[in-house]
């Protein structure tokens, strides 16, 4: 890359302008961030970012300075809702204000789009923070959330808790998809995540959610081994599950933990995580991680309880009412 001047002018772009090969550099270093970062392997993410925009097949928006891409936004729109996928800005050019006009770029298309009511992100890598000026704040709410992480040699000592009512834990299948669906819409009834991703308030929602996680690279390769569900014994009622992943050879990542309203308070959620981590540790992982609502204090102090220390907190965004 040439020399730059201490003042380079800056530009915002369509992806769809630049050539193929040229987010290689920037997606090169946003994969050793992540790994930096989280112990997060995001090269199967980074290579499907790249295969969608040498098709010309990626919406979103990308920040040139000299005319380099030195960062990129992207999105996907299903129906009435708006997501933003990643947003990454090299290491050397990463300001408020960098940050801001690629957000903002990308909101406004969104808004622009027939049909979008709706916009969501949860952006890790946006590295600014709080100092960012959010797009169209009028329209915004911002939801602060947790990054834990715990080490496994010690997780894997965790002692079972005896359940206070007859329940059987079981591997997960996918058989259980529908059933894990019907869970998360009641469980997540009325929960403040339910405001932060819509897809668990519906049953099609929810398994569209679980389809990503099960499916697709942005939250690691889904881990069976370590995936557990918890039945009534007398029925084979489904009452709670934990799907885990692997975003890296020796890292674990809990993609999703989730008790029916009833089961709450009887042990069967620290049951489920600790046979998660349990499984994780045997299979040679040495740290988990997960991510939760800075304001899900209940779900918080259980993780404390089991180990788990926060190290990251980024925000989750909803755009709605434009």
Known sequence: MAALSDSPPARIVDLRELRPGDLDSLLLEETQTWYETLDWDFRASAALVRR???????????????????????FVSEEHKGLIGDLYVMKDFVTAENE????????????????VKR????????????GIALPQRQYVRAHLRNFMEVDLAE??????????????????????????????????????????????R?????????????????CGSFFQPASFVALEAATGKLLGISLSSLVHGDIGHITQVCVSH??????????LIRRSLESMAKHGCRKAS????????????????MGFHKTRVFSAYVWEGF
């Open 119 to 130: 916009i969501e992100s949860q952006l890790m890598m946006l590295r600014t923070g709080q």
């Open 52 to 74: 969608f925009h040498d098709m010309q097949a990626l919406n979103g928006s990308a920040l040139l300075i000299n005319g380099y891409p030195v960062g990129y936004c992207y």
């Open 262 to 271: 009833a089961t709450r308070g009887t042990g069967v959620g620290y049951e």
């Open 155 to 200: 997780a894997a000592q965790l002692p079972q808790r005896k359940i206070s009512q007859a329940v059987l834990i079981d591997s997960w299948t996918e058989r259980k998809q529908d059933d894990a669906g019907a869970l998360i819409v009641s469980a997540y009834q009325g929960h403040i995540d339910s405001q932060i991703n819509d897809q668990y």
């Open 290 to 305: 997960l991510t939760v609502t800075a304001a899900n204090t209940d779900a918080i102090l259980v993780y404390e309880r």
């Open 202 to 218: 519906s049953p099609a929602g929810a398994r569209r959610f679980l389809l990503n996680i099960i499916q697709y690279p942005g």
């Open 100 to 115: 801001g006009v690629l957000l903002e770029s990308v909101v406004k298309r969104l808004m622009a789009t027939p049909f």
